[in-house]
């Protein structure tokens, strides 16, 4: 059975960091994919992970270009998401998954997480 728990999630000033950090049992990450996703508050999860890392390398939506940085420990079976430079916009609930998929793309998921709780403050 395929587990992901996220954390630190917290509320942070505009322009400030934070690192979330994700925990994997059930499969290595790096026999698979794996992605953050986010949901701002009233709206629908979107549909495009903010980033993702496989063995092929990593992607990026163009809202966490240049302010977003993933990766893994492969070690500690981990996945990270550094966020630097926060604004208002990047407050939103955020998920790990993993999946299959490159090049920006899914073919599949096979878990989710609960979610971290990430608040961006004026």
């Known amino acids: 059975q395929v587990r992901l728990v996220e954390s630190g999630g917290e509320s942070v000033q505009a322009g400030g960091s934070l690192r979330l950090s994700c925990t994997i049992s059930g499969i290595r990450v790096d026999n698979a994919c794996m992605g953050w996703f986010r949901q701002a508050p009233g709206k629908e999860r979107e549909e495009f992970a903010i980033a993702m890392i496989g063995n092929d390398g990593t992607e990026y939506a163009d809202s966490a270009k240049d302010r977003f940085t993933v990766s893994r420990d492969i070690a500690k079976n981990a996945v990270y998401l550094q966020m630097n430079s926060l604004e208002l916009e990047d407050t939103a609930m955020y998920y790990c998954?993993?999946?299959?998929?490159?090049?920006?793309?899914?073919?599949?998921?096979?878990?989710w997480g609960q979610g971290t709780q990430v608040t961006v403050s004026s």
């Open positions: 998954a993993a999946g299959y998929g490159k090049g920006g793309t899914w073919d599949g998921f096979i878990g």
